[in-house]
Each structure stands twice: as C-alpha cells, then as structure tokens.
C-alpha cells in the first residue's frame, strides 16, 4: 500500500509538472492582456523626486507599435507639451517659451520623462513581449497574496534596453505583478509594481503601476495611474504627424 501510495504521489506530481505552461506560454498570455492595437488612455502621474512630489496628466494615443501620441494636460506649466513616436523616433514639443520640436533618438529615448522614473521607451513601448524576449520559468512563489510564476526572460536582440528580466505572473489574470529588469552586465536597473489591475472586456490590464529607476538617488519612485482607457477608439491619422504637435 505504501509503495502504490508513493508512486500515485510521484505521477500526480509529474502531472502538475506537465500542465504548467512554458515560459512562451505565459509571454503569449502577457502580450494578449497588455498589446494594444489602438486606444485612447488618459492617464496620471505622480513623481516622488529629490525635489518633492508632482503630478502630471496627459492624453495618450496608441495604434500598434511604432505610433504614439501624447498631450500633457495638468499641471498649467506643463499643458501644451506634446510627444511623437514614429517608427521608433520621438519628437518633443515645447511650446513656451521656445516654440520648438525637439528630436529624441538613440540612446536619449533612456532618458528620463519630466524627472520620472521612466524613460521614452517605458512610456511608448508596445511592442510583444514574444518577439522581444526567450523566457524560462523558474518556480512559484506569492506576490502580494497571489500565486505567481517566476519567469526570467532573456532578450533575442542585442540593441535591447533591458537585456534581462525577471517576472513575478499572476498565474490568473497573466499580468507581471512585480518586475526587475536588468542589463547586460547583470547590474540592475529598474523594476516596477501592479498594485491595482481592472477587467476591461476579454483581458486584465494595470490600473496603478509603481515604477522606480534604480539608476536614481534620492526619488520615492514613480506612480503610473490609467483614469481611463477606450480600445475602440477611432484615431485618425493626422494625429501622428509632427503637424499635429503644434496644433
């Protein structure tokens, strides 16, 4: 009896082990929740910063990968300030006192956005995870009092920010709750938080994110708010234009 007792065990073990997902699997499940083709999010963000705490508003506009559109709206010393992205280049607009299009490109999209803890590329990425990343679980563990898969990701390219990383997946709703992304040398860099999700439809997506860049001294970190969010939106394309940035 023990030793049938022992081998059930063993094979209902196996069979655990069998129906976990690949890593593949679970980027597929990610991508899936967090890709947008196209929507319209107004969003909130609060700095904790060396100086004190700010929040800035904006207007986002996003159609697959290589567009986006955004417009500050709050505080008044910020309004006006719009950003570009096409085909993986940025333009800034700032419209007082100097009236001028700024170019972002190359290793400036790491910069920081208004002294944030994110840079151009954290702000405008959409692009999958799955074509980004090779990804391996490593285990299970509780975040926040839910279950998780840990999963390390390792970057297909070599032009990549962060060459590694490592993902805490919420093994329901398939969203990283906890993120730490690392470069090539294995020094870390910046990690970020889920601390509030929402059910918009067929997919979870992040309602409150934390983000802190471990390159800074002396920030509390960043808080990254979505007030609202419509992925039914008709853009037209006149909004990804520079023209449109002056408007």
Same mark, same amino acid.
């Given at each position: 009896?023990?030793?049938?007792?022992?081998?059930?065990?063993?094979?209902?073990?196996?069979?655990?082990?069998?129906?976990?997902?690949?890593?593949?699997?679970?980027?597929?499940?990610?991508?899936?929740?967090?890709?947008?083709?196209?929507?319209?999010?107004?969003?909130?963000?609060?700095?904790?910063?060396?100086?004190?705490?700010?929040?800035?508003?904006?207007?986002?506009?996003?159609? &697959? !990968? /290589?567009?986006?559109? %955004?417009?500050? =709206?709050?505080?008044?010393?910020?309004?006006?300030?719009?950003?570009? *992205? #096409?085909?993986?280049?940025?333009?800034?607009?700032?419209?007082?006192?100097?009236?001028?299009?700024?170019?972002?490109?190359?290793?400036?999209?790491?910069?920081?956005?208004?002294?944030?803890?994110?840079?151009?590329?954290?702000?405008?990425?959409?692009?999958?995870?799955?074509?980004?990343?090779?990804?391996?679980?490593?285990?299970?563990?509780?975040?926040? &009092? !839910? /279950?998780?898969?840990? %999963?390390?990701? =390792?970057?297909?390219?070599?032009?990549?920010?962060?060459?590694?990383? *490592? #993902?805490?997946?919420?093994?329901?709703?398939?969203?990283?709750?906890?993120?730490?992304?690392?470069?090539?040398?294995?020094?870390?860099?910046?990690?970020?938080?889920?601390?509030?999700?929402?059910?918009?439809?067929?997919?979870?997506?992040?309602?409150?994110?934390?983000?802190?860049?471990?390159?800074?001294?002396?920030?509390?970190?960043?808080?990254?708010?979505?007030?609202?969010?419509?992925?039914?939106?008709?853009?037209?394309?006149?909004?990804?234009?520079?023209?449109?940035?002056? *408007?």
């Amino acid at each position: 009896m023990k030793k049938l007792t022992a081998v059930f065990i063993f094979l209902l073990s196996g069979f655990a082990f069998a129906q976990a997902p690949s890593g593949e699997e679970i980027l597929k499940h990610i991508d899936k929740n967090l890709i947008i083709d196209r929507a319209l999010l107004n969003t909130t963000m609060v700095i904790h910063g060396r100086a004190g705490t700010r929040s800035v508003k904006s207007k986002n506009w996003i159609e &697959g !990968r /290589d567009k986006a559109f %955004v417009e500050y =709206t709050d505080p008044p010393r910020e309004k006006g300030k719009k950003m570009l *992205k #096409l085909a993986g280049q940025i333009w800034n607009y700032i419209p007082e006192p100097t009236d001028r299009i700024i170019t972002i490109s190359g290793h400036l999209l790491r910069q920081s956005v208004m002294g944030s803890d994110l840079s151009y590329e954290d702000i405008t990425e959409n692009r999958k995870l799955t074509d980004l990343y090779n990804a391996k679980v490593t285990g299970s563990e509780k975040m926040n &009092g !839910r /279950d998780c898969y840990v %999963v390390y990701l =390792t970057a297909k390219q070599e032009d990549i920010t962060y060459y590694s990383r *490592k #993902l805490w997946v919420d093994k329901e709703r398939w969203l990283p709750l906890k993120e730490e992304m690392y470069a090539r040398s294995g020094k870390p860099l910046k990690m970020s938080e889920i601390n509030d999700v929402m059910r918009i439809e067929d997919r979870w997506y992040p309602k409150k994110m934390t983000f802190r860049d471990l390159m800074q001294t002396g920030g509390e970190g960043t808080e990254y708010m979505i007030d609202s969010i419509n992925f039914h939106v008709n853009i037209p394309a006149s909004q990804f234009t520079k023209a449109a940035l002056k *408007k």
